[in-house]
């Protein structure tokens, strides 16, 4: 294109200087003049031949190559300004339009590549704050300059404050910042850094990887993963492993040396082996209760425990559990009673696992109730809820087994020692939190203890049913 322009602009100058020449054979056209006033109006009149000439020509050179820089200019300073592109015609100077048409490629290709990048940015920004994890990008000199909502919600910082800040004032603890601080004063360093802090109060353990920025650019990434329930979580598995194992070493051990004895020659007397297979019966249908029963546990917390809600009379209920208990009640010499105001309304649950709530609770109290004592189940109504309480006048428990007594495979102390799996109640709290409902104890050590759990009102708004 450089060569085809030079030549228009030697024919631009060219085209002058026959203008020129134009104007001055035309004042040669005219009478010699003979005077002062005459050469003066022959001068005129060459340059007023010329400066029309010229601007003729002026006129015309602005409007081949005038208006198409002009054109060419805006789109320029468009694309500079970031505006949106917008192709502008070029005229018809072939140098004009081959360089419109490359700035018009020029525009579309930086607005499809803005376009990119504002998606980009667009799924960078929804996964920053979809995840659980908190990122937190700093400069060179531990000024935070990026933070997502789980940064703000597990380091409790509000929202939008921490932009411009240091790093140790956002995350409040000295060895966190150290992390940083150790990745920041190594530059040429390009790997991550890995580690595990407690942090917060209550402490909470944190997965803590720093990582330089990409291409060099100064600044660091922050990565924090939450790991307290992970670690809450490992440290049940292990709990339940221990508790498990514990509770099939008893029953196993006592089979083991019931067969051993009969190997060695107890299974010829006839009295003996009867009653040795009779306790091996036993302790066989005691591990299979404790199968049923952490089965049974495992779908109500899984949310795999299908509830069959209906609306349900709750004086027959309670009724029904006091009289399939009472002989146990009359053997142990304890006072069985049931109290139902008139007028309580039906709840909305499902009648067979009430019916176990009811069973192990009612079945606690009277094992764990000395002689000459009293069992009392009550029912009432409470804020849309009815209310089940089951007490005793037993021995009561300490204050600091209350706490854990809802817990897989927890036994107060040796003052409520006996015979069980330990799962009653931890299916008990399960199966009332899967009808939206609440339970707890209340008890003084001698002085008995009560079991009240809520169930929802038929009539009334009926809680979300979960399994928890």
């Not at 932009?163 to 150290?178: P, Q």
């Not at 009612?362 to 309480?389: L, M, Q, Y």
């Amino acid at each position: 294109m450089t060569a085809p322009l030079a030549w228009r602009i030697a024919a631009t100058h060219a085209a002058l200087t026959l203008a020129l020449l134009a104007a001055l054979w035309l004042v040669g056209l005219l009478p010699v003049p003979t005077s002062p006033g005459d050469w003066a109006t022959a001068i005129g009149l060459a340059l007023l031949a010329a400066a029309g000439g010229a601007a003729v020509l002026a006129v015309a050179v602005e409007r081949r190559v005038g208006l198409p820089v002009g054109h060419l200019t805006s789109s320029i300073r468009a694309l500079v300004a970031g505006a949106p592109y917008r192709p502008l015609p070029y005229g018809d100077l072939p140098e004009a339009r081959e360089l419109g048409a490359a700035l018009d490629a020029l525009g579309q290709a930086l607005q499809q590549q803005k376009a990119a990048v504002a998606r980009e940015s667009a799924v960078l920004a929804a996964v920053l704050h979809t995840m659980d994890d908190a990122i937190l990008v700093t400069d060179d000199q531990g000024l935070v300059q990026l933070i997502n909502p789980a940064a703000e919600r597990i380091l409790q910082v509000p929202a939008g404050s921490a932009i411009g800040r240091t790093f140790v004032s956002v995350v409040r603890d000295h060895e966190l910042a150290a992390t940083l601080r150790a990745s920041l004063d190594e530059p040429g360093r390009a790997d991550s850094e890995t580690r595990i802090v407690a942090w917060g109060v209550p402490r909470r353990m944190l997965r803590v990887v720093v990582a330089a920025l990409p291409d060099g650019e100064p600044g660091r990434v922050v990565l924090l993963q939450d790991l307290t329930e992970l670690r809450r979580l490992e440290s049940a598995r292990r709990d339940f492993v221990a508790n498990i194992s514990h509770e099939l070493r008893t029953p196993l051990a006592s089979l083991k040396a019931l067969v051993e004895t009969l190997e060695a020659g107890a299974l010829d007397d006839a009295t003996a082996a009867r009653e040795f297979l009779g306790r091996m019966h036993v302790e066989v249908d005691g591990l299979v209760q404790l199968v049923q029963e952490l089965l049974e546990l495992s779908r109500i917390e899984s949310g795999r425990a299908e509830l069959r809600c209906a609306s349900q009379a709750l004086e027959p209920l309670l009724a029904e559990a006091v009289e399939r208990l009472s002989p146990q009640a009359d053997r142990a010499g304890l006072a069985l009673a049931v109290e139902v105001p008139d007028g309580l309304p039906p709840v909305w649950a499902d009648r067979a696992r009430v019916q176990q709530v009811l069973l192990n609770l009612v079945h606690n109290a009277i094992k764990f109730t000395p002689p000459g004592g009293r069992v009392t189940v009550r029912a009432g109504c409470a804020d849309g809820e009815v209310v089940i309480s089951v007490a005793d006048t037993g021995v009561g428990i300490a204050a600091e087994d209350l706490a854990r007594i809802f817990e897989r495979f927890y036994k107060a102390d040796k003052s409520r020692a006996s015979t069980g799996t330990g799962l009653g109640l931890a299916i008990a709290k399960h199966t009332v939190l899967a009808h939206g409902g609440r339970i707890w104890a209340e008890s003084e050590l001698g002085d008995g203890a009560t079991f009240t759990f809520t169930l929802p009102a038929a009539g009334g708004a009926r809680p979300e049913m979960q399994a928890r």
